[in-house]
Nanobody, 115 residues
Framework: QVQLVESGGGLVQPGGSLRLSCAAS????????MGWYRQTPGKQRELVAA???????TYVDSVKGRFTISRDNAKNTVYLQMNSLKPEDTADYYC?????????WGQGTQVTVSS
């Protein structure tokens, strides 16, 4: 049974940075495309960034140049470095495979960007 545990969220001022971590209980990080998703109340969960087994990455346009996804296969962990944060980045952030496995959703980590 795969478990994904997100951490690293918090309250940050506009322009600030956060680094999110996603620790996987199983060795899925180096086998599948892994993604970071975010969700705000009343909206569908959206893919923010993804990283493939070969290291290729993709980002939604709104975060390009500000967010960086990476992974540490030895630690079965995926990271999301978020810089130049904006109020519109406020959301609950989750990691999962891409496409997502509904059984893998964790509790997420909350990011609030506010002055």
């Amino acid at each position: 049974q795969v478990q994904l545990v997100e951490s690293g969220g918090g309250l940050v001022q506009p322009g600030g940075s956060l680094r999110l971590s996603c620790a996987a209980s199983g060795s899925i990080v180096n086998r599948y495309v892994m993604g970071w998703y975010r969700q705000t109340p009343g909206k569908q969960r959206e893919l923010v960034a993804a990283i493939g087994p070969s290291g290729g990455t993709t980002y939604v346009d709104s975060v390009k140049g500000r967010f960086t996804i990476s992974r540490d296969n030895a630690k079965n962990t995926v990271y999301l470095q978020m810089n130049s944060l904006k109020p519109e980045d406020t959301a609950d952030y989750y990691c999962n495979k891409y496409p997502p496995n509904t059984n893998y959703w964790g509790q997420g980590t909350q990011v609030t960007v506010s002055s």
